[in-house]
C-alpha cells in the first residue's frame, strides 16, 4: 500500500501524527518535538537544496562514466501486455492460444505467474507474427 499526504504546516504534520498514532501512544509531545522526530526518521520529506541537488547531479554524472552499469535494466513485461496480444491471438487461431497456456500449466491468462510474463509474451508475439 503506499499512502501520499501532502501537509505543508508542521502544526498539522504533528496533528496528522497524533491523530494516525492514536491517543494512547503518545504523551502529548509539542509540535517542535512531533515534527523533529517526524523529519530525523524520515529526511526524505525535506526538499534537497539546489546546491546540494547540483552537486548530486554531477556526482552521479562522474559515476556513471566510471562504472559500467551491473546489468542491464530488464524490460518488464505487464500483465496487460500479455493480455493484449493474447486478444489479438485468440480472434487469429482460439487453438494455438490454447496450446501457449497449456505450455505453461495453465488453464486461464490470469494464472501465468509474473515472472513467465516475457516467455508468454514472446510466445504470443511470434505466434501472432507468424
Keep these: 500500500m503506499k499512502l501520499t499526504i501532502e501537509i505543508d504546516n508542521p502544526a498539522e504534520i504533528a496533528q496528522f501524527l497524533m ?13 517542535e518535538e512531533i515534527f523533529t522526530q517526524f523529519v530525523e526518521e524520515h529526511p526524505e520529506v525535506l526538499p534537497t537544496p539546489p546546491e546540494q541537488e547540483a552537486d548530486q547531479d554531477e556526482q552521479e554524472a562522474v559515476q556513471d562514466e566510471q562504472e559500467p552499469a551491473p546489468n542491464p535494466p530488464v524490460h518488464l513485461i505487464t500483465y496487460a501486455q500479455v493480455r493484449s496480444e493474447s486478444v489479438k491471438l485468440v480472434k487469429k487461431d ?4 490454447q496450446d501457449i497456456l497449456a ?25 501472432n507474427a507468424g
Design 19 to 31: 491523530e494516525l498514532a492514536g491517543p494512547d501512544t503518545m504523551t502529548n509531545p509539542t509540535d
Design 103 to 127: 505450455d505453461f500449466n495453465v488453464k486461464k491468462l490470469s494464472e501465468i505467474p509474473e515472472g513467465d510474463y516475457p516467455a508468454v509474451y514472446e510466445r504470443l508475439v511470434s505466434a
Design 94 to 97: 482460439r487453438s494455438q492460444m
